[in-house]
């Protein structure tokens, strides 16, 4: 789901570690800078790094102001589900981007963080994962794609990821996959479907 990285400008939103930011090197992207709010995952992320052409920077995603068409690709990889207000954050990366740019994320799907009656309603739930009482916002499947298009993005291609029957053959713990996918993936442009030319 990712364009060609080839010289490409990234920021990487939510970056962890900084696995994507080095991905995103070796795959030929020209610079990359990786924002997270966790001083502790930039701490290892900087110590696994040795790469002058990738950045990482302290920024907490709900309060972020990027810099204008300044990126060629913006990626989070399983951080906006953290994120109690995305609609400024998906604001200032459609303005960050140039207008070839691309927006390429995933969430945890809407089906995982809420696997019980309560779908359409949206807000935090409260999980045991790593560590006790993890707060996660649960938004439905509309809400991620309707809050790309009020920013502005032209939707590309949508996926919800679950394990395979193969892999499930393999790990069949993972078998509650293919009822209630573990991932959405979402790949938007910056341009709008307008700005390609008339549709008929
Ligand atoms: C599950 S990890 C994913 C890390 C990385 N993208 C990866 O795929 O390995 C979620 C990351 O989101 C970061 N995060 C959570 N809330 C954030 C916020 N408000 N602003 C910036 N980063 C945040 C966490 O510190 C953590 O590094």
Redesign the pocket.
Known sequence: MLPDLAGSRVV??????G??CRFARAAGAASVLG????GN?LARARETTRDDAVTYRQ????T?DLPTAAFDLAY????LH??KNLAPLFGSVHRSLAPTGHFVL?VEHPLYTEPGPDYLDEGARTTDWLATGVIKQHRTLAAYLNLLIAAGFAIDRVEEWGASRAQIAAHPEWKIDHRRPSFLLVSASRASRAAHGPSR
């Open positions: 990487d939103l939510g970056c962890g570690f696995w994507f924002l997270d709010v966790s995952m920024a907490d995603l709900e972020l989070s990889a399983l951080t953290y994120l995933s």
